[in-house]
């Protein structure tokens, strides 16, 4: 019995833990997290000894809440990130509902529906640009089956004013994910409550908007968050598709960060960290959503 207590036995059984064998991974994964953030938290506030900048200030972020430019980023920003979310979130819950209710070619369509989720953002956005320029595939497929005159009367869909061709390529990413989880929620509930209403003289849409919907309502909030915030963080997509001004943010603090002159770097790294802020609030809000759903 006292060699059970003893502190051989308590190291052993501590190395036992899981835990331990996650630590270096998860130490690792915080320095290299934490420490970048420091050093652009550092240089956001005009700290930045390698161009002469040793007294920390706010100017950084003066000039770029005073920019129009930056302005015009955010809302250009919160523009993609709610569309897409809501365009993505709309069609995925139309395509999990109609792979519920299909048994027969349940396994190819969902195998179907899976083939973006692998596919990076910028293998994404090289697709939709052959696809969708005036001089992509579908303007000369028109062309050639007489539909158009010309190639270049095909609308402009890339580096547009409404951004038609990044909204396009975020939905076509992020339909599969919302719709699986969408998906794994619908199989979990059953159909038992929908049959309830059906006998109760329901009909399909007062099933679905009464019944189905209340249901799904967490999963789905929870899940367009993490959309959202993903998308309101990414620049990839905006950078190859979109208009060069007005840039979402993502874009014009990357933009500020590989200029030649290093005095614009404290600008990059405000709007780097104005970016952050609002994507870990969002991370906030989705864990609240989570935690409130279990």
């Known amino acids: 019995m006292k060699g059970s207590h003893s502190p051989r036995a308590a190291l052993l ?14 130490l690792l994964l915080l320095i290299l997290f934490v420490g970048g953030l420091g050093v652009g938290f550092a240089q956001s506030l005009n700290y930045f000894p390698l161009i ?21 980023a955010l809302g250009l920003t919160l523009y993609i990130a709610l569309t897409s979310t809501v365009a993505a979130t709309a069609l995925a819950l139309g395509t ?9 070619l349940n396994r190819w369509l969902t195998f179907i529906y899976q083939i973006p989720l692998p596919v990076p953002h ?3 956005a090289a697709g939709i640009a052959m696809l969708l320029t005036q001089s992509g595939l579908a303007a000369r497929v028109l062309y050639a089956t007489g539909a158009l005159e010309r190639p270049d009367q095909f609308p402009a869909l890339i580096f547009d004013r409404a ?10 990413k992020e339909v599969p994910f919302i719709g699986l989880v969408i998906l794994a929620v619908l199989k979990g509930v059953g159909q038992e409550y929908e049959e309830i209403a059906q006998t109760l003289g329901a009909s399909a849409w ?25 998308l309101f963080g990414s ?11 007005p840039g979402t943010l993502p874009v014009a603090a990357w933009r500020a960060y590989i200029d030649p002159d290093l005095a614009r770097r404290p600008e ?4 780097g960290m104005i970016v952050t802020v609002i994507v870990v609030a969002l991370l906030a809000v989705y864990r609240r959503l989570v935690r409130r759903a279990w």
């Open 13 to 26: 059984r501590a190395l036992r833990s899981p835990y331990w064998w996650l630590a270096p991974a998860v």
């Open 52 to 72: 002469g900048l040793n007294s920390p200030s706010l100017r950084a972020y003066t000039a770029i809440l005073t920019d129009r430019g930056f302005w015009a």
């Open 96 to 104: 999990a509902v109609a792979l519920r209710a299909n048994h027969r």
């Open 122 to 124: 910028l293998v994404a």
């Open 163 to 172: 951004h038609v061709g990044v909204i396009l390529a975020y939905t076509w």
């Open 206 to 230: 007062q099933r679905f908007r009464y019944v189905l919907l209340p249901l799904l309502v967490p999963g789905i909030v929870a899940t367009t968050v993490i959309v959202f915030a993903f």
């Open 235 to 245: 620049f990839e997509i905006p950078l190859l598709l979109g208009q060069r001004y």
């Open 268 to 271: 990059a790294m405000a709007m």
